[in-house]
């Protein structure tokens, strides 16, 4: 079952990082959640803190940088917290690193126009 709000994927950042196997109260997590995600109010926005994309790298987990043409807009954003499924991490507002292989593909598919890109997935919604 994949995973779809950040409270699945704090868990499972936190069951990785605790090598004791001790059991992680919910306190614990609901802190991670605000340290590790952008948007915390929001719980399928999967938007990274700069706390939450190092927390992934240290896992070794790969991602795929996008540097993009032009500056990511208030659109933009409101449409990535509705279309994007997996973690990513915004990068200076003209990067953005995903840790989705099909979600990479596809934007470089669009030359990294990331706003043609979501426009699309918004007419095909």
């Not at 590790?36 to 940088?65: C, K, V």
């Not at 659109?75 to 917290?81: D, N, R």
Request: include cysteine.
């Amino acid at each position: 079952m994949p995973i779809k709000t950040q409270l699945e994927w704090t868990r499972v950042f936190l069951k990785q990082k605790n090598s004791t196997n001790i059991e992680i109260d919910q306190q614990t997590v609901d802190y991670f959640r605000i340290v590790y995600w952008f948007n915390p109010t929001n719980e399928r926005s999967m938007r990274l803190t700069d706390a939450g994309f190092d927390n992934l790298l240290s896992f070794n987990i790969q991602h795929f940088s996008h540097k993009l043409d032009c500056a990511i807009l208030p659109k933009t954003l409101v449409q990535l917290e509705k279309f994007f499924t997996e973690p990513y991490f915004i990068h200076h507002l003209n990067c953005i690193k995903t840790f989705d292989e099909a979600t990479s593909l596809t934007l470089t598919l669009y030359n990294n126009n990331l706003q043609s890109y979501l426009d699309n997935s918004q007419k095909m919604s």
